[in-house]
Nanobody, 118 residues
């Protein structure tokens, strides 16, 4: 069983930075494409960024140039560096893992709150 545990959320002023971490248990991390999603109050969950096992990244247009996703396979951890934060980035951020071989093997963390406010 794969478990994902996010950390690093909090309150930050507009223009500030945060780094989210997602630690993954088990021995499947090298077989997981990873991603970050977010959900603001009364809105649907949306994709923020993804990174494949090979390191290919993809970003939502709203965060391009401000957010960076990365992974450390030795630590079974994926990161989301968020710079130039805006109030509209306020949301619960969720880590996601999708197995590259086992269809339907999709994992979610419990979420971490990010609040951007002065």
């Amino acid at each position: 069983q794969v478990q994902l545990v996010e950390s690093g959320g909090g309150l930050v002023q507009p223009g500030g930075s945060l780094r989210l971490s997602c630690a993954t248990s088990g021995r499947s991390f090298s077989s997981l494409n990873m991603g970050w999603y977010r959900q603001a109050p009364e809105k649907q969950r949306e994709l923020v960024a993804t990174i494949t096992i090979g390191g290919t990244t993809n970003y939502a247009d709203s965060v391009k140039g401000r957010f960076t996703i990365s992974r450390d396979n030795a630590k079974n951890t994926v990161y989301l560096q968020m710079n130039s934060l805006k109030p509209e980035d306020t949301a619960v951020y969720y880590c996601n893992g999708r197995h590259i071989i086992v269809t339907g093997a999709i994992y979610w963390g419990q979420g971490t709150q990010v609040t951007v406010s002065s």
